[in-house]
């Protein structure tokens, strides 16, 4: 029988009582990182597998005005949007512990991620066993898709479109780019690369193989309504190198 790990913790942030619905399991958080957290978690964690979610898919369709850009000129960072036939590569982590340990973990993920406005509760696989989820109820930060009620959904867009927006757009942490480029080296280093991020990764370098003047900000056509009410995030937001 495979070893399912269930999490309390994750139906606990969907208004359920933690000890009524944990039974005999150890009440653990897990949580799935497919983004920056795959190589920047930041948080205390306890045990990290390498693994996948079905039916979801990795976009370059979400503002970031906080770390990699600014509200004039949002960078494009990760989301997950549904495809029944995708599967996505990441990192799910499990803080063990206690309540405080998990408490203290979420309160830092939703300052981190709250450019965010779902959390969504997904089965865990291994490589090697994609019928036996080796953990059911895993938290995912994702980005509702839909530009009129999710303000820091920017949508997909032209290939070059997108590869012009990266290359240009930088914040408090740095580059748009250097994120891209992160998670492309991410994705190699645990033998699972994404050709869509491969793809968008090789034209932003050829858009910064262009002379200066034809790559600036000035360059990039912002047309989401997204980008006319964005607005700084409330102070005490988290900024870290994601």
Same mark, same amino acid.
């Given at each position: ?20 619905w ?11 990182g ?30 970031c ?17 549904? +495809? #029944?036939?995708? /599967?996505?590569?990441?990192i ?8 405080? *340990? $998990? ?63 990266i ?7 740095g ?16 033998c699972?690369? +994404? #050709?869509?991020? /491969? ?12 002379? *200066? $003047? ?21 102070e ?7």
């Amino acid at each position: 029988m495979p070893d399912v790990r269930r999490c309390g913790a994750i139906v606990a942030a969907g208004g359920l009582n933690l000890t009524e619905w944990s039974g005999a399991y150890k009440m653990v958080l897990w949580v799935f990182g497919y983004g920056s957290l795959i190589w920047n978690p930041g948080f205390d964690f306890d045990e990290k597998i390498l693994g996948f979610v079905k039916g979801y898919k990795r976009t370059f369709n979400l503002a970031c005005i906080d770390h990699r850009g600014t509200p004039e000129h949002p960078a494009r960072t990760c989301t997950l949007e549904s +495809d #029944d036939d995708a /599967i996505c590569w990441g990192i799910a982590y499990c803080v063990k512990g206690g309540l405080k *340990k $998990e408490q203290e973990a979420m309160k830092y993920l939703e300052r981190r991620e709250c450019e965010y406005d779902q959390k969504i509760s997904v089965d865990f696989y291994k490589e090697g066993d994609s019928s036996n989820p080796v953990v059911k109820g895993v938290l995912v930060f994702v980005a509702t898709p839909d530009p009129v009620g999710n303000k820091y959904y920017l949508g997909p867009a032209p290939l070059e479109d997108m590869a012009r927006q990266i290359a240009t757009a930088n914040g408090p942490t740095g580059n748009n780019r250097d994120y891209l480029f992160s998670m492309e080296k991410a994705l190699s280093n645990i033998c699972h690369e +994404d #050709d869509s991020i /491969i793809e968008l990764a090789d034209e932003v370098r050829k858009v910064l193989s262009r002379p *200066k $003047e034809k790559i600036t900000g000035s360059d990039v056509p912002l047309k989401s309504h997204a980008l006319v009410h964005l607005s700084a995030l409330p102070e005490g937001t988290v900024v870290d190198s994601r």
